[in-house]
């Protein structure tokens, strides 16, 4: 059974740092793009940071460039976010997202599995 389990949620202060992993169980992703998006209260989930399978290539949203950054471990199978200068418009639940195909385009995932989520809130 494929899961992806997030962790490192939390609450900080506006202008700190909190790094979430992702880690992958059941298959391995290291031939595959992983994402994380985020979710917040009454608003769609969105897109948040993308990486390809060998880390070579990433994508992040417009509001999150240059705070936060992607990076992944194929070794131990795990996708980290480490995010920092947070905002509160960064309070979310946010999701880890893996594509089930290998060598997939960073540009066009298609995310077949999914983790739970994890609630990072911002204070101001």
């Known amino acids: 059974q494929v899961q992806l389990l997030e962790s490192g949620g939390g609450l900080v202060q506006a202008g700190g740092s909190l790094r979430l992993s992702c880690t992958a169980s059941g298959r391995t992703f290291s031939s595959s793009t992983m994402g994380w998006f985020r979710q917040a209260p009454g608003k769609e989930r969105e897109s948040v940071a993308a990486?390809?399978?060998?880390?070579?290539?990433?994508k992040y949203a417009d509001s999150v460039k240059g705070r936060f950054t992607i990076s992944r471990d194929n070794a131990k199978n795990m996708v980290y976010l480490q995010m920092n200068s947070l905002k509160p418009e960064d309070t979310a639940v946010y999701y880890c997202?893996?594509?089930?195909?290998?060598?997939?385009?960073?540009?066009?995932?298609?995310?077949?599995?999914w983790g739970q989520g994890t609630q990072v809130t911002v204070s101001s």
């Open positions: 990486i390809s399978w060998g880390g070579g290539s990433t």
């Open positions: 997202a893996a594509d089930s195909r290998v060598y997939s385009d960073v540009l066009r995932p298609r995310y077949d599995y």
